[in-house]
């Protein structure tokens, strides 16, 4: 096929899906309109991401979750129901809420907390009204770090969980430890070599690590472990695992004999 | 544990991760600041979720793949850098945008954007700059209507990588056409039974073929089947996929001998 704009060279559009993002609430006031069973899922949601959480719902309107992050100091309770100078005046920050997540039972007053939302330009979620959504929930597997999405841009919710179920059965045991260990290792890392131009060279060393070890390996690394394989980046090296426990109580690389071909360097180059 | 509070009732508090969220770009605004390989990612990011894009990029700064998306006219291109205007008045919608991502190699520049897009609040990613972001973007997995999204909240982006593929490579082939089909099921059997009453029904309707029905046997419903699936929604039953197959060509279920066990209604009641 001759053209001057080859389209097999470029990925294609597949429309249809949504924009799956990580959004950061650590800090942000959240608005939680609601206090049932919808609302309880929403707090936790946003909670397991370090919002500021102010919940305003009538208290015999609370399910005993809500209650319990009530009693619990979790989130910031306001007893009544929404006035529209929430948007503007919002307790305990006192400044307008940075996203609204409605969940009540009374279609005609959630329209207008939505559109008010608009008018405001403050990001909104109305349960179970997908066009006075700004974005949808998901069904969420969550193993320490690691967080995984399963959306079916609703066309099977239920197929949506089924298959995050599976997946959480089928990630190796301890994924989510594995991640955090290495997350200690790249923090450690930044902490020895520092500079902005060392970057490249730092994502390409963990980069290899994370190649070479297994998930098993990653979370057997102890803190000492993870100090003696530092000492592997100057030469840009990817130790065996075995090295590493070898080294274990202060014994030196060099005194190390490679005896079995079990020690020694990772084939990663 | 005698307590007015039981904190073992409800799910613990897991702070530290993100909000993972399915935003809704669809016909939505989208500006993509830059034009390089960064951009070129984000920009298919958001045109598969339907956005309407603008780009504004000298066309010196751009790369092939975003010069394709111009030259087919997926997307509109302004040529030259970015003004603070562009956040009031931007072609072709003549309004704010209502998302900014911005991908380009003047930090100086990137934060000026980022504290505009604040003070007009609107939501906001400066590519490589976590504390000037509004939401992260993760390694995602796509297939039709399924999509998912692996994130390990900054701890080991490869290891985001690698597990989003490995999940790839484990999922039953054919699971997005599978969604895909079950969706077409969904449409039908509320055009079918479109009272707002039927919610909880068809919902619970819809879950027991979703539990019953393998994968492949999702796949492989056809249009006819379909119809005559939706046969069995009034009775609330399940038939299994052979008694759908041997109804094919007009039979009716009444006319379907049960000779050999397979055919019948599933267990799931």
Not at 154 to 165: F, M, N, W, Y
Request: hydrophobic share 40%; glycine share 8%; net charge negative.
């Amino acid at each position: 096929m001759a053209s001057n704009d080859n389209n097999d060279q470029f990925p294609k559009v597949q429309g249809g899906g949504s924009l799956i993002l990580a959004w950061q609430v650590k800090n942000k006031h959240v608005l939680v309109v609601g206090g049932g069973e919808v609302a309880a899922g929403r707090i936790l949601n946003v909670l397991n991401a370090n919002a500021n959480v102010t919940v305003i719902s009538p208290s015999s309107g609370l399910n005993p979750e809500v209650r319990h992050r009530i009693a619990n100091d979790e989130v910031t309770h306001i007893d009544r129901v929404f006035e529209p100078s929430d948007l503007e005046i919002l307790p305990p920050s006192n400044g307008p809420p940075d996203m609204v997540l409605v969940a009540i039972d009374d279609p005609d007053a959630s329209t207008q907390i939505w559109k008010l939302c608009k008018e405001h330009r403050i990001p909104a979620n109305i349960a179970d009204v997908p066009p006075e959504c700004d974005f949808y929930f998901g069904s969420v597997h969550r193993d320490g770090p690691l967080q995984i999405m399963v959306s079916t841009n609703g066309k099977g919710p239920r197929l949506a969980a089924s298959i995050r179920k599976w997946i959480g059965t089928q990630l190796p045991v301890g994924v989510g430890d594995a991640i955090e260990r290495m997350g200690v290792l790249r923090t450690k890392l930044r902490q020895m070599a520092p500079s902005p131009e060392e970057g490249p060279g730092r994502m390409k060393w963990i980069s290899k690590i994370s190649d070479a070890y297994s998930w098993d390996d990653m979370c057997s690394l102890t803190d000492e472990d993870m100090d003696n394989l530092l000492t592997f980046y100057a030469p840009d090296k990817v130790p065996h695992l075995d090295m590493l426990k070898a080294m274990r109580g202060g014994r030196a690389e060099e005194d190390i004999d490679v005896f079995d071909g079990s020690f020694g360097f990772s084939v990663v180059a």
